[in-house]
Nanobody, 127 residues
């Protein structure tokens, strides 16, 4: 069992930055690849970014490439999402999730691969 708690969301103006954090507890953090997903009102949950167990592998949605950076600190059991140049269309509830994958460089994009989910943190970007 893994517990995940997101933080760092808030209201920002377009062009500004936010850093989301996801603190985990329970089973060994390094056993899990980690991902960030988001869900805007009236839309389905979508993939944002993922990082492998080792941190060496990453994946990003095309909509955030070059603006968002995912990272992890295995010593602190925490995954981060640095979001720069935010746009109003980035407004959503952001969720972190844990993927019990055996590949150390695997960073999967499909939500059905993820075993545990946080409660989410709201990010609102005003124009």
């Amino acid at each position: 069992q893994v517990q995940l708690v997101e933080s760092g969301g808030g209201l920002v103006q377009a062009g500004n930055s936010l850093r989301l954090s996801c603190a985990t507890s329970g089973r060994a953090f390094s056993d899990y690849a980690m991902g960030w997903f988001r869900q805007a009102p009236g839309k389905e949950r979508e993939f944002v970014a993922a990082v492998s167990r080792s941190g060496a592998g990453t994946n990003y949605a095309d909509s955030v490439k070059g603006r968002f950076t995912i990272s992890r600190d295995n010593a602190k059991n925490t995954v981060y999402l640095q979001m720069n140049s935010l746009k109003p269309e980035d407004t959503a509830v952001y969720y972190c999730a844990a993927d019990r994958t055996y590949g150390t460089t695997t960073a999967r994009v499909d939500s059905y691969n993820y075993d545990y989910w946080g409660q989410g943190t709201q990010v609102t970007v005003s124009s």
